[in-house]
């Protein structure tokens, strides 16, 4: 079995490959829109260096891997003065790349403060602000409001007005025409509609944690009734204390920690977040089913993801008139994420599954899985743009494991009179891989 330990090796360094993208995250800017005197003011809070490195924040989720990323670590060693030097510099290309317009008419945006964040941690993202306005034509009524794809998403928070408008822009998208007056708030259905995708966005593909902490439930068996009760507990867990953070009941963790430690409650989920990987996949190695203090423990760690599910909602809100419908739809996103995940996997995994319950397949099982492996490996090698684009990442990040996975479903049909042969050769050493992940991702989250 040499080759399945290496194999299994090559399945580990592939998925520690995506271990990277939890450190440098890229978040989402925020804009509150306000008209005053006659002109239209955003205040923005960004992470400016990663504008003036040139990175393209639509097509990474990790500045890590950007071809930037050296010249964005430089930038953020600077300190504010000279960040906020080097980004004024940068200014009048930016501004080219900024779509406002008053009632169609293209206005001129012009900067007008930017004070960057201290040089803390340089390990977390350095938090800067800058305001930019334009002079509104007399008696405009509506404006609309957008960026280049590379600026990364921008939320848009109207201020100062009734039923304001609220929207979360993608890949370059443009604003819907917004009345200066007030009045475009989303309704309730809207609001839920809206959030929708961007909760699954956060599992699909910017959730890596969550992403392999699902698949540790996922291969624990490969049926139906163990992950359903694994899945439903994780959901219910996760919706209570997402739910809670979000209406603020979870505020007196982050006063304590930071009253008793100096430290934000969410800087000790996070590495919590990451034993939780590793728990789930070791019991994957050393039983079949699951055991009687399973549930319990998939409780508990539901409910630690539903915080850091909250901890990315803290990062651009939520409407406050529409908040609970809002809140709904990012959590059905979730889950639609979670779900997802699941049908992928099982599909890579389901011909060997078959194969090792008895199903006399075995040539047709090894032709799929020669074939996915050939098109997975094909896909890293010519990393299409648009799926890189969907992936927000190099494709090899997503497409390696599966190859690797591919190719350990064949070695189980090949296998397969073996006892356990797709336990044995597929799910075990997937575990050990996403284990190692979760151990690298804790020491990571804890001491580097």
């Not at 139906?224 to 994780?234: A, I």
């Not at 089913?289 to 901890?311: E, Q, T």
Request: proline content about 5%.
């Amino acid at each position: 079995m040499s080759l399945l330990r290496a194999l299994s090796s090559a399945v580990l360094i592939w998925i520690t490959t995506l271990s990277s993208a939890w450190a440098h995250e890229v978040l989402p800017s925020i804009a509150d829109m306000t008209e005053v005197d006659g002109r239209i003011v955003f205040e923005i809070r960004a992470n400016v260096e990663s504008f003036v490195a040139g990175i393209d924040l639509t097509d990474t989720a990790d500045t890590n891997l950007a071809p930037e990323a050296d010249t964005y670590d430089a930038l953020r060693l600077l300190e504010p003065a000279a960040l906020e030097d080097r980004f004024r510099a940068f200014w009048p290309e930016m501004a080219s790349r900024i779509t406002l317009t008053a009632d169609g008419v293209a206005l001129t945006p012009e900067l007008e403060a930017v004070v960057a964040g201290p040089v803390d941690n340089p390990e977390i993202v350095r938090p800067s602000e800058l305001r930019f306005s334009a002079a509104l034509p007399e008696g405009a009524q509506t404006v609309q409001v957008g960026w280049d794809r590379a600026f990364g998403t921008l939320v848009i928070r109207q201020m100062g007005v009734d039923a304001p408008y609220d929207g979360y822009l993608e890949a370059g998208a443009l604003s819907d025409t917004i009345q200066l007056a007030g009045g475009d708030q989303a309704t309730p259905w809207q609001s839920f509609f809206n959030y929708i995708p961007v909760g699954f966005d956060h599992i699909v593909p910017k959730g890596l944690d969550h992403i392999l902490f699902v698949l540790g439930l996922f291969f624990l068996a490969a049926r139906f009734r163990p992950l359903l009760v694994q899945v439903s507990l994780f959901t219910l867990a996760h919706t209570i204390t997402l739910a809670l953070a979000a209406l603020g009941h979870t505020k007196f963790l982050d006063d304590f920690f930071m009253a008793t430690m100096g430290i934000e409650f969410i800087a000790v989920v996070e590495p919590l977040i990451a034993l939780s990987i590793v728990y789930v996949a070791v019991e994957n190695i050393f039983t079949r089913g699951i055991s009687p203090w399973r549930p319990f423990v998939i409780f508990f760690f539901g409910l630690l993801h539903g915080l850091g599910f909250a901890s990315v909602l803290a990062e651009f809100g939520l409407p406050e008139a529409t908040f609970v419908p809002a809140l709904i739809g990012f959590n059905v996103g979730v889950e639609l994420g979670q779900l997802f995940v699941i049908l992928v996997m099982f599909l890579c995994i389901w011909q060997a599954v078959r194969v090792d319950r008895g199903r006399n397949e075995a040539g047709q099982g090894l032709a799929i899985y020669a074939t996915l492996f050939v098109v997975a490996i094909g896909l890293c090698l010519w990393n299409p743009a648009g799926l890189a684009y969907l992936l927000e990442n190099h494709v090899w990040l997503f497409a390696g494991p599966l190859a690797a996975i591919f190719v350990l479903c064949a070695m189980s049909i090949h296998f397969r009179d073996h006892i356990e042969a797709y336990r044995r050769i597929v799910a075990v050493p997937a575990s050990v891989a996403i284990a190692a992940v979760g151990a690298y991702w804790f020491v990571e989250r804890v001491f580097l």
